[in-house]
């Protein structure tokens, strides 16, 4: 077996978006700055002088057309990977999204299939400030219709486009922001493709099930290696696909631990985290020890300064403390 | 002749009351005439025909509220290509076809709180005292007044045996209470009693335990489990079981041995087939009972399949026990206590060790000429202990 | 547009019928929908196109089955006009099961991937982006064939209108812009809702060449949409056609119409596409007065049949409500 | 085994025969079975125990001996001073 190599998130982004446009000429990468500019993080970098303006497509700002017309495209035989800058931007874009691309298979009574995949970058933490520090997941993964994952390792940005573009019905991706620069381990050899359907233990435990997805995994790891300093033995489950939810993994781990601590860098009301721990309370409710216990963003709009946004969003020291409280330590 | 009905004019509209009507009885219309102005939430409509023909009657007047769909006036059709009649539009609109509630699964039943003060007990706590046979109200909660599984299993017995799949023993008591209460009142019992002397088998059994190492000795009970289920051979009226009206006799004889709980009542797991087993299996299964009547950890079929039940009073408790049957049997068997007690023997009057055995039989299926052939028999059989390996 | 080069429509006595028998076809089911609709039958929203028939009729005959097409919730002449079969089209409004989109949709979603019909849509706009999308799809397979996309004049306002214009003319797509210009977005007339009223401006600016077209006259349509889609097809990219026109009924069945006048209507009905084409095919004897009789009752029996095909199919069963959320597995051609 | 604290070692017998009684004041003279549901079953396990624990094996008619812990702790004595006077 060769043996494994590390790259960074944004390699990894990099090699598959190539490998797919090579595999499968109907693929093309629609957005802004993603041609000439190389992609707002970088990710596109050379795409644009190895396969040509035809498939690399610079558009101009109007989300709403350009996802609308990456629908279209598909719609027509193509298989459009439309890069939507950051989460921030897909508003102008839902109603395409949600009326169009989620609904049009339903509502033609099967007629229309729409093979799209959407990439846009989410999460806060570069003081980017209120209107670019969105972490919105949750309101695509209430959609049906919609399949949306959330690769948080190396390994996962770099195996899950092109399962997604195999995927007949539209999928969206989302990176945090925070993830590009990190280096990770990749296997040597063999098909790098994954599957977006089930959820990953990342760190096995018996008495704390921890839940997180995208930028809140690693913070999740760190928190269970503090805790179990504390004599607390964690499990960490990486959600790796937001819809559909993969219940079983969960509630196989917690009929273990008896706890449960969600974090989420969506805000609490409403946020995805409010489903799975309305899941467990359904599924696994007799398991319980204490109550689900959830990390999630302050209700309030992402502050500029450091210390302010820190405070706004989920961090390690949080998660240990929801630990030790579901632990009524 | 065509009913003109208040047409719906908008998705939420329900009604319309009546402006004034533009054509009068006798007045000719063609198909897309305004025949009438109706006021709506939204505002003033006119109201279409649809058919061509002559007005016969106006059946509403200026300023009548009218629901979408009644009549309003009878047109007398002069059309020749008949339009079909429109039939009764449905009233009530039904979405999706009546959509199954059941598509979304209601909860199961919310677990009930515990009476009295408010006692925080975590539902994994809660399901594994009853696995214990422990009253949640007795546990002890935490530092945080929280009971959890950590308080639970601090109480609980010693060694943390695995998560038993036993029937927990506060349900299994609270059902076996139904089940007396019922068979007190819908079974007519008759009662037979006499009394034994069992010197021979107490001597036999004494010297059995001498010649065995500690650890095998037998209990009294034993040679009289043995007795019991040898003689219910000849009584087949007494082992078997009374269902949906009719008596079925049970080719084997299990068992039922009461034995008591810890918290207090009386719980008769069987022994299966215990014509089958030895002296030292039937010692074996009983200590085995025993320890799972303790332990909570009983299986379903051992509290179903029992034939008959013996229940044996402790050694200086009392002398004589008139039994409730468990239904679905149709006999129960009482032993009071063994004791010294005058007999007698040829005309003398000796001491031996004597015990009262009481048979409690269902009328319905027998009566006391039954017991006593089953009671006769268990005597012969204690004569001759050695028979009884 | 100077006449010069005018392509003539060769109107032979076969095709004049037909554009006469699918007006009338049109005019016919949709007084029939406003009957059904306040007996219940039909719910939600209703919008219908009684009055614009000649815009439907006149472009569809510029287009080919291979041709794609995208249209708004005034959708029923288009549908009708594209051959989906009444019966059908009925049905769908009834929500039965053998509707065009399987009773799902109703009056504004109608669909049909057999003739290319990509449906209806009930937000303002939202088929031009995606009728660029197919046409940039088609471009980028080598495939030459035209999509066409109507809208409303009410669309303009839409930043998608302007988005996707931009587009189009950007990458030279072969899309064939129809805004059926009716004087009215809703209650709002064009003078209130735009700055300036004449919508093929907006087109020039986006150097999409472009033609005003009078919406009441089947054949100046159908002439203007032969043009547009042989410049298309020529490799001309988008073209844009701004009708003309004016609907006698309301936006929707709950319109009291209380932003137009009676006599404004009135004055309107006097240039009614079917009445006008046919008092002018009688004139110049392509058609016979008795034929006329016969073609008004073929229609009328074929729209009796879609209403009593409707009244009888049977609704979807509330088991199947979730199926086709995704595509089964297996399906939808995996690359 | 001579200065054992023989109340203990029966008390540990007496446990591991119900664990649930640990913790529970015991009266050294009134009988077992008096004061908490204790039946032959577990009088015999009782004395199974005791007899691996102390090797010694209580005859059957002694049993009524140790019905108390005051009088199973003065039977154990009485049998450790017999073997060291043998």
Partial sequence: MKSGRRITYREAVREALREALVKDERVFLMGEDVGRYGGAYACSRGLLEEFGEDRIRDTPLSESAFVGAGIGAALGGMRPIVEIMTVNFSLLALDQIVNTAATLRHMSGGQFSVPLVIRMATGAGRQLAAQHSHSLECWYAHVPGLKVVSPATVQDARGMLWTALCDPDPVVIFEHANLYNDEGELPGDGDPAVDISRSAIRRAGNDVTLVGYGGSVKKALTAAERAASDGISCEVIDLRVLRPLDDATIITSIAKTHRAVIVDEGWRSGSLSAEISARIQEQSFFELDAPVTRVCSAEVPIPYPKHLEDAATPQVEGIVAAVRTVMRK | ?389 | MTDAHKPKVHLSREHAINLLRQMLLIRRFEERCAELYGAQKIRGFLHLYNGQEANAVGVMQALTPEDQVVATYREHGHALARGIPAKQVMAELFGKAAGSSRGRGGSMHIFDASRRFYGGNAIVAAGLPLAVGLALADKMQGRNRVTCCFFGEGAAAEGEFHESLNLASLWKLPVLFVCENNQYAMGTSIERSESVAQISTHARSYAVPEEVVDGMDVVAVEAAALRAAEAIRAGGGPRFMENLTYRFRGHSMFDAELYRSKGEIEEWKKRDPISAFSSWLEATGLLRADRRKALETGVDQEVNDAVAYAEAAPLEPASDLTKDTYTPAGLGGAP | MLNVDFAALVKASLFSVAPDLEGEAIDPDVPFRDQFEFDSMDFLNFIIDLHRRTGIAVAEPDYSQLASLAGAVRYLKSQIDSQGAE
């Fill in chain 2, 1 to 389: 002749m065509i009913e003109f009905r208040m047409p719906s004019l908008g998705a939420d509209m329900e009604a319309g009351t009546l402006l004034e009507w533009l054509k009068k009885p006798g007045d000719a219309v063609k198909r897309g005439d305004i025949i009438a102005v109706v006021e709506t939430q939204k505002a003033a409509m006119e109201l279409e025909i649809f058919a061509d023909g002559v007005i016969d009657r106006l059946l509403v007047k200026p300023g009548a509220r009218v629901p979408v769909g009644d009549v309003m006036a009878i047109i007398r059709s002069s059309d020749t290509a008949s339009v079909p009649a429109v039939k009764e539009p449905i009233r009530s609109t039904e979405p999706f076809g009546g959509l199954d509630a059941s598509t979304v699964a209601p909860p199961s039943a919310l677990p009930s709180s515990s009476a009295g003060q408010e006692l925080r007990i975590t539902p994994a706590a809660r399901r594994r005292a009853l696995e214990l046979a422990l009253e949640p109200a007795s546990l002890l909660p935490g530092p945080d007044g929280i009971i959890g599984l950590q308080e639970v299993e601090a109480a609980g017995p010693g060694a943390m045996p695995t998560r038993a799949k036993g029937i927990a023993n506060a349900e299994m008591r609270a059902a076996i209470a139904g089940a007396m209460a019922r068979s007190n009142s819908e079974i007519p019992h008759y009662y037979v009693s006499s009394t034994i002397d069992v010197s021979r088998t107490m001597t036999w059994l004494a010297a059995e335990n001498a010649k065995r190492s500690i650890a095998d000795r037998l209990l009294y009970t034993v040679p009289m489990i043995r007795a019991v289920a040898r003689a219910l051979t000849k009584a087949p009226e007494l082992n078997g079981r009374f269902i949906d009206g009719h008596f079925q006799p049970s080719t084997v004889v299990n068992l039922g041995i009461a034995i008591a709980l810890r918290g207090g009542g009386l719980i008769a797991p069987a022994i299966i087939d215990v014509n089958r087993l030895s002296l030292d299996e039937i010692m074996q299964r009983l200590r085995d009972l025993v320890a799972r009547v303790r332990g909570g950890r009983l299986r379903g079929s051992e509290m179903t399949e029992g034939t008959t039940t013996l229940t044996m009073l402790g050694e200086d408790t009392a002398d004589w026990i008139m039994p409730i049957i468990y239904p679905p049997q149709t006999a129960i068997i009482g032993f009071g206590r063994v004791a010294d007690r005058p007999w007698i023997t040829e005309g003398r009057i000796i001491s031996a060790k004597t015990v009262t055995v009481t048979v409690a039989g269902d009328h319905r299926v027998s009566d006391g000429r039954a017991a006593a052939t089953f009671l006769n028999r268990l005597d012969q059989i204690l004569q001759e202990p050695d028979t009884l390996c």
